[in-house]
């Protein structure tokens, strides 16, 4: 198992930005961006792959990057132009082995405890 730590969170006007790390214990193939809004799934919204290769949901689409320092076990967020439909508890997901359907949360198996987004109007 990995443990993974989300910082970064908070509340901002909608339009501002925002930056989300996740810190991980150990080594990691895959790992992922998730968010859920009260009342609603857990839905995936950013991965980045084995080989790089990142994924993104077409919410976030080019407002939202994702990135992962391997050196330090730590991956970002990076949340422009936010709306207040980001507004939601994100978890940072990790896997120890490279996914297949990188946007679906039943694909790892490490969770952090999440942060907290807020966008106001």
């Known amino acids: 198992q990995v443990r993974l730590v989300e910082s970064g969170g908070g509340s901002v006007q909608a339009g501002g930005s925002l930056r989300l790390s996740c810190t991980a214990s150990?080594?990691?193939?895959?790992m992922g961006w998730f968010r859920q809004a009260p009342g609603k799934e857990r839905e995936g919204i950013a991965s980045?792959?084995?080989?790089?290769?990142?994924t993104y949901t077409d919410a976030v689409k080019g407002r939202f990057t994702i990135s992962k320092d391997k050196a330090e076990n730590t991956l970002y967020l990076e949340m422009n132009s936010l709306k207040p439909e980001d507004t939601a508890m994100y978890y940072c997901?990790?896997?120890?082995?490279?996914?297949?359907?990188?946007?679906?949360?039943?694909?790892?198996?490490?969770w952090g405890q999440g942060t907290q987004v807020t966008v106001s109007s």
């Open positions: 997901a990790a896997a120890r082995w490279c996914v297949l359907n990188p946007l679906h949360p039943t694909t790892y198996n490490n």
């Open positions: 150990g080594d990691t193939y895959s």
């Open positions: 980045i792959g084995c080989n790089g290769y990142t």
